[in-house]
Nanobody
Framework: QVQLVESGGGLVQAGGSLRLSCAASGRTSRIYAMGWFRRAPGKEREFVAAINWSGGSTYYRDSVKGRFTTSRDNAKNTVYLQMNSLKPEDTAVYYC?????????????????WGQGTQVTVSS
């Protein structure tokens, strides 16, 4: 089992930046990839970004490409989501997730361990 603890959410004006962190503990040797998902009010949870834990390949949903960057620090068992040029439509609870199964393209079902979520609010 992998435990995940997120931090870094908050309130920011449109055009601003935030960086989310997610620290993993437990059976981190079994992690294949780390992902970021979000759920806006009244909407389903959606994929945002993911990073392969060993090779470092990254994946992004189209609406955040060029604005968000995910990275990892294997020594600290920590993954980051740098969010720039934030928009009001980015407002959501952001979740960190860990998956142990290889995938070609990340899906919600590929991730079995989840953090508690952190609120990101972007004001216009």
């Amino acid at each position: 089992q992998v435990q995940l603890v997120e931090s870094g959410g908050g309130l920011v004006q449109a055009g601003g930046s935030l960086r989310l962190s997610c620290a993993a503990s437990g059976r981190t040797s079994r992690i294949y990839a780390m992902g970021w998902f979000r759920r806006a009010p009244g909407k389903e949870r959606e994929f945002v970004a993911a990073i392969n834990w060993s090779g470092g390949s990254t994946y992004y949903r189209d609406s955040v490409k060029g604005r968000f960057t995910t990275s990892r620090d294997n020594a600290k068992n920590t993954v980051y989501l740098q969010m720039n040029s934030l928009k009001p439509e980015d407002t959501a609870v952001y979740y960190c997730a860990a998956g142990s199964k290889p995938f070609s393209l990340p899906r919600l079902a590929d991730f079995g361990s989840w953090g508690q979520g952190t609120q990101v609010t972007v004001s216009s």
